[in-house]
Structures are given as C-alpha cells and as structure tokens.
C-alpha cells in the first residue's frame, strides 16, 4: 500500500443507527419500512470501504446511535460489523455523543471485540496503534457522560508539552463537538479552530455537525465527514452522505477523500416555471429532473423534495386549491414500484405571477417609482453598493447575516432584483382566481 511509512485510516461520525426516517412513516409505511435499513445498510458499506482501503484503523465519532433506547437490532448489526473488521485485523476506536451518552441508555454489548477501544467519559486517554512492531499513531479520545454537556472538552486534550511530536507517529483526537459555534447543531462541547490547533493533536477527528467540511487542511488537520445517513430533506442532511478516507505519511496527513455509503440519499429539486405552459409540462419536468438525481444517486434509494419557482402563467393554476397536492400525488402515483426506490417527500410552490414591467413603468404610481429606481440602482454599481453599506450600518448586526456583509457585485445585484420582485408583488395584490 504505502510501505512501513504510510497508512490509511477512516474517519465516520453520527451514523445514528436504526432511526425512523422523519415526516414519512405517517403518508408512506411501506417506503419508511423500506428505509428503516438505510442507515444499518450504511454501516455495511462503511465495514466494506474500511475493508477496501486496507485501512489501519476506523474512527467514530459519536452518536453511533440516535437515543438511549439502541434498538437491539442495531447493536447486533453493529456488534458483527465491528467483529468483521476485526477478523481483518483492523482497530476501531469510538466515543459517545449526545445521542449515546455512557451514562444513559441500555447496552446489549458487555464485552467488547479485542480490536474495539470504546474511550470514557473520565478524562482523556490515549490508544496506541501498532503495525509490526512499528507505532503508526496515538489515538486520543473522550466520551459524553449524559447528553448536555457544555464544557469545552476540546481543552482537556493534551499540549504540545504534555505529548511532544514523535517523528512518524499521528497523533488524533477523536471528539463529538460544535465547532464554531454551528448554529444547525446544539452547542454541545463548544469549541473554536483555536482551540484544537493549540492541542498536541495532528488530526482531529470530529464527530456532531452532519454536514461534512474540512475545517482545516494541516497542522492540526480537522474535519466532520458528516453523518453516514442522510434522514431528511433538511440542508445538513441532503446529497451524497459517507465517511472520510486520510492517507497518511512519515506521520503527516496527506490527502483527504470522501467515499459515499449511504442506501438512500435526500435531495431537493428546484424547477422554474418560466417558460412552462401548463400542468401536465410541468409534471414531465419534475420527473426529468428527478431521472437526472436517480442517475446521480448510483443504484440508491431517492427522497425528493421540490420547489417550484419563477413567474409563468402556470403560477394561477397552482395557486388554485388543491392542485399543488394533486400533483404531489400525481408524482407519487407515476414513481411508484421504482426501483431503487424513489419517493417524493414534498411539493413546494414560491412561483408568483408574470410581471409586465412596460405596463408598471407606464402607469406613473408607487410601483412605477419603486422600478425606476431599482433600475437606477442596478445601473450603477457604486450607488447599490452604497446602499448596501447604509442598510448594514442600520440594521442590528444580529439580524445581519456575515454573507450579507461580504457579498460580490452579481451577488447584490441578484438580492436587488429579488428585493424588487417581491415588493412588486405585494403592491400589485392581484386577484386571481
């Protein structure tokens, strides 16, 4: 593979196994019972691209399960995957989450296989990882005692004093923590990138926030691979969901991959209207697109939630009752017995009605005023962008997103034209049918 200097490890988190997909079960039994195994099927793949790399070792990073009740058909599942890998000789390390806090909850497991190091919730202790004779890394870690902890556990980790660099050897730090202050995710173990680069830590290895990122590429190394599973159409929870593959070198993180393994994946479609003449068009439209995520989805289950947007005359018929729900039905009808499954979750209409701007700029009212000067505005980049400074200046900063502060010409002029669109529409109060 990399001979005696280089290695290749796993790094996964939040696979939350066993858990009802949200906002299904009550419309569709059949599809959540036939998606109740995508997260234990994940955790099969996961095993298998451990496996794959000759991985040395595999990380987890908490919340293994979603609640203390860890149905007994996940443990088994997980107890086998874990005895698999050690068949192969590969060591796994983990820490509890919030999830799955060691205080809380029933575990089925009482003796773990030899190749598994499960980290307390004491103190921070440290494994070492061995290959013929040779140490390959120092793996640090921590669990949750119960669910809400609060305290920084990023600053229990050793420093560079504590646990000096040793030429060739990785030292990780394997921790469930909010990063940054992550505002998708409760505050649990709060922490900054400062904090982690000030430990005697090489590579963190981060479990909690479920949308994958690479905080940082090097010295320390810090990601979240997200969560294995994706369970609904939330943001953190769609597309290509997997773990991360580290290689490693004389002790250096080198490059770091994404391998997929979820069994069934979210997405959210969005589909103008613009140009689109009426229902039975815009119903084709909506499954070409979903033909293009099921190519994209390789073979996996498809829960799809779509928005519709744009101005088009199509926008009154939506607006009539009940259609935007006989479509959803519709397209649940026409993909239904697809295989791989493929489910629509959602049906969302932000589509409004078509504007006639030479009409507004003629009548000489409120909303002729209001387009001249956002097309003034438009026209002359220095005054939108002076409009942009005073309207940060006044708002409250907490009800300023930083983006808003930070954006690109295109961008504001993308927001002025939104802006203006809106506006338009409440003043135009159409009636329609």
């Known amino acids: 593979m990399h001979g005696m200097t280089g290695f290749r490890f796993v790094h996964a988190a939040d696979l939350h196994l066993d858990t009802p997909f949200q906002g299904i079960a009550a419309p569709a039994p059949a599809v959540a019972e036939a998606l109740r195994d995508a997260s234990l099927q994940a955790w099969e793949n996961l095993v298998d691209l451990t496996l794959d790399q000759q991985a040395a070792f595999l990380l987890l990073a908490g ?68 290959r013929e004779g040779r140490r390959l890394a120092d793996v640090y870690g921590i669990s949750y005692e119960r669910r809400d902890v609060t ?58 926030v479920h949308k994958r990122q690479v905080l940082h590429a090097s010295q320390p190394a810090a990601a979240y691979p997200g969560n294995l599973q994706g369970r609904s159409a939330k943001p953190s929870e ?5 773990a991360l593959v580290v290689e490693v070198n004389d002790g250096v993180v080198g490059n770091i991959s994404f391998h997929a393994c979820d069994a069934a994946r979210f997405e959210v479609l969005s589909v103008d209207i613009t140009d689109c003449p009426d229902l039975p068009m815009l119903a084709e439209r909506l499954l070409d697109a979903s033909a293009g995520l099921q190519a994209e989805a390789s073979g996996r289950h498809l829960v799809v939630r779509a928005i519709l947007s744009g101005r088009g005359p199509v926008h009154a018929h939506l607006r009539r009752p009940d259609v935007v729900g006989a479509l959803l039905d519709d397209l649940r009808e026409r993909s239904a017995g697809t295989e791989p499954l493929l489910w629509w979750e ?71 034209a939104d802006a203006e669109s809106l506006a338009l529409d409440l003043l135009s109060r159409e009636d329609e049918p």
């Open 63 to 130: 919340d293994t399960y979603d609640g203390a009740e860890r149905g007994i058909r996940a443990q088994l599942r997980f107890a086998r995957g874990l005895e698999r890998l050690g068949r192969q000789g590969v060591r796994v390390f983990i820490v509890d989450g919030n999830h799955d806090p060691q205080a809380q909850g029933w575990s089925a497991v009482r003796v773990w296989p030899s190749n598994v190091t499960v980290f307390g919730h004491e103190r921070v202790a440290v494994a070492a990882v061995d």
């Open 151 to 208: 305290e920084n556990l990023a600053l229990r980790f050793p420093r560079a004093a504590e646990a000096p660099a040793e030429p060739g050897v990785l030292r990780v730090g394997l921790l469930h923590c909010n990063v940054g202050a992550n505002a998708d995710h409760l505050p649990y173990s709060p922490c900054s990138v400062a904090d982690l680069s000030a430990a005697a830590v090489d590579y963190w290895a981060l479990g909690h």
């Open 238 to 242: 769609t597309g290509a969901k997997g």
């Open 346 to 416: 959602s049906l969302r209409d932000t589509t409004r009605s078509p504007l006639d701007r030479g009409q507004i700029r003629g009548r000489g009212d409120f909303s002729a005023e209001l387009l001249r000067q956002s097309e003034e505005l438009a026209a002359d980049p220095q005054a939108l962008e002076a409009t942009f400074a005073g309207l940060a200046a006044q708002l409250p900063q907490r009800r300023l997103p930083a983006s808003l502060r930070q954006l690109a010409p295109a961008e504001r002029l993308q927001v002025l």
